[in-house]
T-cell receptor, first 114, second 113 residues
Framework: DGGITQSPKYLFRKEGQNVTLSCEQN?????MYWYRQDPGQGLRLIYY???????QKGDIAEGYSVSREKKESFPLTVTSAQKNPTAFYLC?????????????FGEGSRLTVL | GQQVMQIPQYQHVQEGEDFTTYCNSS?????IQWYKQRPGGHPVFLIQ?????EVKKQKRLTFQFGEAKKNSSLHITATQTTDVGTYFC?????????????FGKGTKLSVIP
């Protein structure tokens, strides 16, 4: 079955530790996105990538980093510089390189920093 | 930055009642999308509206895009318990940043059986 796989689903980390969230898709989609979701805040864009080896900052990129070495993979690192990292993180992808159509979301990773 | 305002934040309805959520932008949108997120789940695409004044229906759901392409609404007729979840609109602007979607904060719908 085609889709987007995020791992882990739940993650607990201590303050000051970097954390990497995995996002893999087998939909052959060009563009991939990372969103952060907090209660009552909707979805806020962290980073997006239109094509391999290229990515752009979204609205809340500070304290995060990404890479796009393969079309299928778009991992997100939550660094120790992110002041409030506890949140629900959603990875998404879409076909094509033009303006966005439908986004396909993974099931999300819930990060809790203790 | 550009914002899409969505109201209400919460809505509790009796099963069988209608439900509407509204999205508004201060500047013209290129298009708008709607997503549904079930409790504990991830957002799922419902529809995209592109044309001024466009109206689309999916069974009990009616989606509208305003004539000025600055507002949109989702109306559910005769809600059912399966409609429970959070509904998000997501707008796209032309020009710089056109590859991004700006999400509203969502309307959380509860349906009382």
């Amino acid at each position: 079955d085609g889709g987007i796989t995020q791992s882990p689903k739940y993650l607990f980390r201590k303050e000051g530790q970097n954390v990497t969230l995995s996002c893999e898709q087998n939909l052959n989609h060009d563009a991939m996105y990372w969103y952060r979701q907090d209660p009552g805040q909707g979805l806020r864009l962290i980073y997006y990538s239109q094509i391999v080896n290229d990515f752009q900052k979204g609205d809340i990129a500070e304290g995060y980093s990404v890479s796009r070495e393969k079309k299928e993979s778009f991992p997100l690192t939550v660094t120790s510089a992110q002041k409030n990292p506890t949140a629900f993180y959603l990875c998404a992808s879409r076909t094509g390189q033009g303006p966005p159509g439908e986004l396909f979301f993974g099931e999300g990773s819930r990060l809790t920093v203790l | 930055g550009q914002q899409v305002m969505q109201i209400p934040q919460y809505q509790h309805v009796q099963e069988g009642e209608d439900f509407t959520t509204y999205c508004n932008s201060s500047t013209t949108l290129s298009n708008i999308q709607w997503y549904k997120q079930r409790p504990g789940g991830h957002p799922v695409f419902l529809i995209q509206l592109v044309k001024s004044g466009e109206v689309k229906k999916q069974k009990r759901l009616t989606f509208q895009f305003g004539e000025a392409k600055k507002n949109s609404s989702l109306h559910i007729t005769a809600t059912q318990t399966t409609d429970v979840g959070t509904y998000f609109c997501a707008g796209r602007y032309s020009g710089a940043g056109s590859y991004q979607l700006t999400f509203g904060k969502g309307t959380k719908l509860s349906v009382i059986p």
